[in-house]
Each structure stands twice: as C-alpha cells, then as structure tokens.
C-alpha cells in the first residue's frame, strides 16, 4: 500500500522554524517527485516546493529563500525546512508523490501566530 506520513508540524511565532517530514511507503521512492503543497482555510491548494528524482527543485516565489526542500532516497523521506515564518505561511502542508501515480498525504497543521 502507499502511504505518505507526514509530521513535524505544529505552533511556531513568526520568524521562527519548523522542519517537516514526510515518510514515503513506495516502490522506487527515488524516481519519484516529491512535493510539499499547502492550503489555507478559504484558500486553493497551493504548490510550496518540489525537488525530483535528480535533485532538482523548485519553489514558489512566497518562500524562496526561507524554505527548502531535500531527500534522502536512503530513508525514503522527503523534508521541509522552513526557516523566518510568516503568519501567512499558516496553512496544512501536505507531501505529494508523482510518478507512476500520485499521491497524497494526511497533511499536518502548520500555525504561525504570537
């Protein structure tokens, strides 16, 4: 079965860190894209950052260069670190998988408030 288990969310005050994990149950996790997307209430789902199966990654303009995505194809796992939080990055972050399917995780709660 397929399964993306994310964690490592939760209350930080603004400018503060968080990293997030997302362990992966896949065949091949390393062909994969991985992806962390997030979504506010009244808001649409939104792409945060992805990195491929070469290492490759990208990220939306709100968070270059305060967040960064990476893996390790060893532990099958795909990690945020998301650094100077901002109250509008407040939203539930959910691990993506792309290959020869997609997939989603549960999502974890993300809260930036003083």
């Known amino acids: 079965q397929v399964q993306l288990l994310e964690s490592g969310g939760g209350l930080v005050q603004p400018g503060g860190s968080l990293r997030l994990s997302c362990a992966a149950s896949?065949?091949?996790?390393?062909?994969?894209?991985m992806g962390w997307y997030r979504q506010a209430p009244g808001k649409q789902r939104e792409v945060v950052a992805t990195v491929n199966s070469g290492g490759q990654t990208t990220y939306a303009d709100s968070v270059k260069g305060r967040f960064t995505i990476s893996r390790d194809n060893d532990q099958d796992t795909v990690y945020l670190q998301m650094n100077s939080l901002k109250t509008e990055d407040t939203a539930v972050y959910y691990c993506?998988?792309?290959?020869?399917?997609?997939?989603w995780g549960q999502g974890t709660q993300v809260t930036v408030s003083s």
């Open positions: 993506n998988a792309a290959h020869w399917g997609i997939y």
């Open positions: 896949l065949n091949s996790f390393s062909l994969y894209t």
